[in-house]
């Protein structure tokens, strides 16, 4: 059973970045298709980017396309999302998730493995 930790996140200026890092343990990510959600206060965690389990598709929605990118290191057993032009409502709780199977799915109902969450503050 993967167990998940982020970090990296923190408080930026509107227009700034910020790199989160998903490090596993217990088990490989490259078995296991990933996904970054975020929750901001009072609203339902949202999906921001995927991996599939080859690493060969990444999705991502119209809100973040072009400015967060996902990747992963096999070797480190870690997967990662830049973002980049942050936007205040880009505020929220930024979790990793993993699901043992080859595709992407954008509901955090169909993953299985969920990191404790990261805080990322986007100031204007």
């Known amino acids: 059973q993967v167990q998940l930790v982020e970090s990296g996140g923190g408080s930026v200026q509107a227009g700034g970045s910020l790199r989160l890092s998903c490090a596993a343990s217990?088990?490989?990510?490259?078995?296991?298709?990933v996904g970054w959600f975020r929750q901001a206060p009072g609203k339902e965690r949202e999906f921001v980017a995927g991996?599939?389990?080859?690493?060969?598709?990444?999705y991502y929605p119209d809100s973040v396309k072009g400015r967060f990118t996902i990747s992963r290191d096999n070797a480190k057993n870690t997967v990662a999302l830049q973002m980049n032009s942050l936007k205040p409502e880009d505020t929220a709780v930024y979790y990793c998730?993993?699901?043992?199977?080859?595709?992407?799915?954008?509901?955090?109902?169909?993953?299985?493995?969920w990191g404790q969450g990261t805080q990322v503050t986007v100031s204007s």
């Open positions: 991996n599939s389990r080859s690493g060969g598709s990444t």
């Open positions: 998730a993993a699901r043992r199977v080859r595709i992407v799915s954008t509901l955090p109902t169909e993953y299985n493995y």
């Open positions: 217990g088990g490989t990510l490259s078995n296991y298709a």
